[in-house]
């Protein structure tokens, strides 16, 4: 079976960095895509950055210039590196892997305040 987990989240002042690790594992095939999401209370689940297995990334405007999403296809594993952290980028952030359906993890908290 496909599991997908999440870490790193955290709180963190506005300004600062902090790195959130997904990691895949169980039967994944060779082409699949990685994002990452956010969900903020009251508001929907939104895109924040994805990368395919070739090495492809897709950005959320609000977060361009400040996160970068990179890969290590060994580990089956993403990590999104967010510096310049600002308040409203406080939410659940979840990982999806998607294959041939979407795999879901279970959410890492990231609050930005000071």
């Known amino acids: 079976q496909v599991q997908v987990v999440e870490s790193g989240g955290g709180l963190v002042q506005p300004g600062g960095s902090l790195r959130l690790s997904c990691a895949a594992s169980?039967?994944?095939?060779?082409?699949?895509?990685m994002g990452w999401y956010r969900q903020a209370p009251g508001k929907e689940r939104e895109l924040v950055a994805a990368?395919?297995?070739?090495?492809?990334?897709n950005y959320a405007d609000s977060v361009k210039g400040r996160f970068t999403i990179t890969g290590d296809n060994a580990k089956n594993t993403v990590y999104l590196q967010m510096n310049s952290l600002k308040p409203e980028d406080t939410a659940v952030y979840y990982c999806?892997?998607?294959?041939?359906?979407?795999?879901w993890g279970q959410g890492t908290q990231v609050t930005v305040s000071s």
């Open positions: 999806r892997l998607t294959t041939h359906r979407h795999y």
């Open positions: 169980g039967s994944i095939f060779s082409i699949y895509i």
């Open positions: 990368i395919t297995s070739d090495g492809t990334t």
